[in-house]
């Protein structure tokens, strides 16, 4: 599913997650080497599928130290961020880098699980997830990639109080300093925005179901 390149930035919103319909586990762009993610700017994000039950380990499926820091989370951490989270939308990322762009990006996302690469530290903690290759992959692709990412955190603090489990900072936007969510007690947001009906619609439907890589 591709968001057009000229479209708003402000007209992409969690709804386009929640509704998305392709979608490819990590093991299968790993298997294909992102062959068929189209090379342009955009966003990516990983959920959970349907039936699958998130539990954090104390390890990763990827590399434990880069240097000379340890990149583990604590897994009760985890799990507390988690469970205050939409239990759905685990990250949330962006390839704005004009030789950065989708395949590039999401074939270091998917190396970077599999311990053969150190350049996605964002998003680390999804490899503390047991069976974590059976996520989902998702992507958009839009011009203003950096824009866009910046107003799905934000929209996603504003809802739920807290950042998905794997988003650790949140974008600047509209000059705001850079901040950090999710570190203490999740409460929910009074200024969060009811979603429409469509977007409830879709999230009652159940978690998306796994499927090959997205052409």
Not at 157 to 170: C, D, K, M, T
Request: aromatic share 8%.
């Amino acid at each position: 599913m591709l968001i057009a390149m000229d479209r708003d930035p402000g007209q992409v919103t969690l709804c386009n997650i929640y509704k998305h319909e392709q979608w490819s586990t990590v093991v299968a762009l790993y298997n294909s080497n992102c062959a068929h993610v189209p090379v342009e700017k955009g966003v990516y994000f990983v959920v959970v599928p349907k039936d699958f039950e998130v539990q954090f380990s104390a390890k990763t499926a990827a590399i434990e130290e880069h240097g000379g820091h340890l990149l583990l989370y604590p897994a009760e951490e985890l799990a507390r961020r988690f469970q205050a989270s939409d239990k759905k939308i685990l990250y949330i990322g962006k390839a704005s880098g004009e030789n950065n762009r989708l395949r590039q990006r999401l074939s270091q996302l998917v190396r970077y699980a599999y311990g053969e690469g150190h350049n996605h530290l964002g998003g680390r903690a999804l490899w503390q997830i047991c069976n974590a290759h059976q996520l989902l992959i998702g992507y958009l692709s839009c011009e203003q990639s950096q824009q866009v990412e910046a107003n799905l955190l934000h929209e996603y603090v504003n809802r739920f109080g807290i950042l998905p489990v794997a988003n650790w900072q949140l974008p600047n936007i509209n000059r705001l300093n850079t901040a950090s969510y999710g570190i203490g007690p999740a409460s929910r947001s009074v200024s969060a925005k009811t979603e429409d009906s469509a977007c409830n619609k879709s999230r009652k439907g159940g978690r998306p179901k796994g499927g090959s890589a997205a052409r």
